[in-house]
């Protein structure tokens, strides 16, 4: 790194110091890129078209250290997704869906992120889930949460699935 200064008789010297990054990720076993997305807050979308209940489940996730993105259907959350692919965004880190939304189902957006190999994690929260819904969730490398939901239990289970 350069650093560019004037000395006492106002000449202006370039001088060159080592950048501090690598020794420091080094120390701390990892990249300066790596190191720097660990600090950055964890991106949820959220889709539940209940406001009450995408109220609650928002201030949670947030309270836990996420940085929560809302949408009110299943609809708006494709959108969203769609729209950071076309303005070259990042997708966000994990999407928690609930399973029926007006204009498209959680299952429909989980088959569809699949579908575009996206690898964003996926938590379905539903008040009907049978054991064909619970098998089609996990074989498209869901996670799937009944209804009614702690808030505790979501938030842990966002947690597992973050880590992979």
């Known amino acids: 790194m350069h650093v560019d200064w004037h000395d006492a008789r106002g000449i202006q010297r370039l001088t060159e110091v080592p950048s501090p990054q690598p020794e420091c ?12 997305k660990a600090q950055r807050p964890y991106v949820i979308l959220l889709a539940e078209d209940d406001p009450e209940l995408r109220a609650l489940m928002a201030s ?38 609930d399973m029926r939304m007006p204009g498209m189902s959680g299952l429909q957006v989980l088959g569809a992120v699949r579908r575009n190999r996206w690898t964003v994690p996926v938590v379905m929260v539903t008040a009907f889930g049978d054991s064909e819904l619970h098998a ?12 009614p939901v702690e808030m505790a239990v979501l938030t842990s ?8």
Do not use: C, H, W
Not at 25 to 36: D, I, K, P, R, Y
């Open 136 to 147: 089609a969730v996990k074989q498209l490398g869901g996670l799937i949460l009944d209804k």
């Open 60 to 97: 949670s996730l947030r309270r836990a250290g996420f940085q929560v993105r809302e949408a009110k259907d299943g609809l708006q959350l494709a959108e969203s997704l769609d729209a950071n692919v076309l303005y070259d965004m990042p997708l966000p880190d994990l999407i928690v869906t």
């Open 25 to 36: 990720a080094q120390e701390m076993g990892g990249t300066v890129m790596e190191s720097a």
């Open 157 to 164: 289970t966002v947690r597992r699935a973050l880590a992979g």
